[in-house]
């Protein structure tokens, strides 16, 4: 009927009937999977296309000191977060934020860069602290930049600004690197952690519990409803044991100064102040620094951002001294009526040296080599010791080991020995070079509260506490330890710390009705051969001045170590300034049946 070309009309209309039914059953199919099948994979997907978790910042700790003043807070800010799916016109985005908001191109891509393996679910914070101009532009413009958005957030406030600067230390944000660090596992892109001091020390225990809000958005961003909200939870307050009244004499004491200053209760290990010149204002860390402000903090030769107390390693002088004469009366190499005789310069081990007297201080014993702080004496008398001797006991007693303190980045200084050298080197100790030593010069190295805390061993005739900053419940009752040396001979080279404050080279440091046990030292940089050629030689080569000491000599309770960088000699710079802590210390905490404390006396 239809002939050959109707056959195969049919033929083709036939097939393409198939070709239809198996395409609508692979359609049909697909719709299977996607709608039956897998309906609630799907389903879930486009919830999360409208659901959104935000995490919600927790406010940190507070900082106390010991009488609960308020030392570190927080208040409530806004910041500008950039939310990176949102993002369109790059140039346009960082033209705004340049002039809008006075943020660099270049620390805007450098974020972007840190972020760039980062899931775009985290959002970079790009501003802290935003000011009311900046918050409307954000509210006012979020249509046309979804990209950015604003961020209620509990931000630092360092209430003493630079005061207490490294003590108190300071927060950032949390760097690729960080996140890769033990201390910073719980931890995720964006959050706020402590980067020194205090704050990196207690990160833990300040940083508190993040919250979480669900919330439905639109499709650009905006918040159409909140579903579910878990409030976060405040960090740990921290209550110190430092004074701010004692700090706040502390800073004053120190002010246009280079070095450090500690104070610390000699039963307990309690710091009650603890200073480093020059400082820096931990506030400007909390809006984020700009390279240029980094670059000068980092670069400024007087090093602001080092914590002298704890990293600051210098040659103790004359204050190691005391060191050496304990050391030396344990080990039975000299009585307290040993003699040498002082003439101002003597051959030692073919070598000429001096004393700081050059008309001598004629036939020296224990109490008049240390009031007088006689060179020659404590030449021969290190020579008799030797280094590892001194080694054992400058450990012992807290020296050229790290103290332990609740700091981070604590150094440990350096107190030489035999071993040493030869591990470091591969060389013999010479019993030369251990004359430098007896004199705290040579290798010898060591920080402030190191300084301070072998105060608190010779004050107690014990192993010295380990000094701390947060304040615990304390009986006040001294550890059990054994006794350094027997109790009269003690007595002697207190007896003649005793006299350096009275009589000697730390009168500065006299109080009126308190008795002052102390020991100054002046540690030279360079040697004295090169000091007289140079004649008039640069600050930068003039003598640490060093002060040490405790007090009262027969109750005592506290200890207070003073360098000052350049300073020259002990008694003229850094006594005058532990004095004054002291004074201000027993006002602030008079001794037992003590009415009043008069005015220090200045001497010579």
Known sequence: MFGPSGSLFQKRLILFELALGGVL???????????????????EKAEQNRLRIIELPAPRGLIMDRQGRLLVDNEISFSLVLRREYMKDHQMLL?????????????????????????????????????????????????????????????????????ASHLNGYVGEVTPGELKQTAFASRRPGDIVGKTGLERFYDSMLGGDKGQQKVFINS????TQVVER????????????????????AEELMEGQKG???AMDVRTGELYCLVSKPEFDPNLFVNQLTPAQWRQLVEDPD?????????????????????????????????????????????????????WNASGHGAVSLLDAIANSCNIYFYNVGIRLGVDRIHHWAVRMGLGVKSGVDLPSERAGLMPSSEWKQRVFGQKWYSGETISVAIGQGAVSVTPIQVARFMCAVALNTEPPVPRLRLEPDDRSRPDRKSLLPAA????????MQMVVDSGTGTRARLEGITVAGK?????????????????????????????????????????????????????????????????????YPPPGADRLVEARHGQ
């Open 230 to 249: 878990i409030p976060s939870s405040k960090g740990h307050d921290l209550t110190l044991s430092i004074d701010t009244e004692l700090q706040r004499r």
């Open 489 to 496: 001979l003690h007595h002697r080279i207190v007896q003649g």
């Open 220 to 223: 650009i961003g905006q918040i």
């Open 95 to 163: 033209r705004v934020l340049r002039e809008r908001f006075g943020l660099d191109p270049a620390f805007v891509d450098r974020k972007l860069e840190e972020y760039r393996r980062v899931p775009t679910v985290f959002p970079i914070v790009l501003k802290n602290r935003l000011s009311f101009a900046e918050i409307a532009f954000a509210e006012a413009h979020f249509e046309r930049f979804p990209e950015l958005t604003l961020e209620w957030v509990p931000t630092r406030r360092y209430l003493l600004g630079s005061m």
């Open 520 to 588: 100054t030292g002046t540690a030279q940089l360079i040697n004295t051969e090169t000091a007289e050629r140079l004649k008039n030689y640069e600050t930068r080569f003039k003598e640490n001045s060093w002060f040490a000491c405790f007090a009262p000599v027969d109750e005592p309770r506290i200890a207070v170590a003073v360098i000052i960088e350049h300073g020259g000699h002990g008694g003229t710079a850094a006594a005058p300034i532990a004095g004054e802590v002291m004074r201000k210390y027993f006002e602030l």
């Open 260 to 262: 450090a200053l500690v």
């Open 303 to 355: 090093k602001p951002l080092q914590n002298k107390v704890i990293q600051g390693a210098f040659a103790p002088g004359s204050i190691f001294k005391i060191l050496v004469a304990t050391a030396a009366l344990a080990e039975g190499v000299i009585t307290e009526d040993t003699q040498f005789s002082c003439t101002g310069e003597t051959m030692m081990l073919g070598r000429l040296v001096h004393c």
């Open 25 to 43: 059953l692979v359609l049909f199919g697909r719709l299977w999977y996607l709608q039956i099948t897998r309906a609630d994979y799907y389903r």
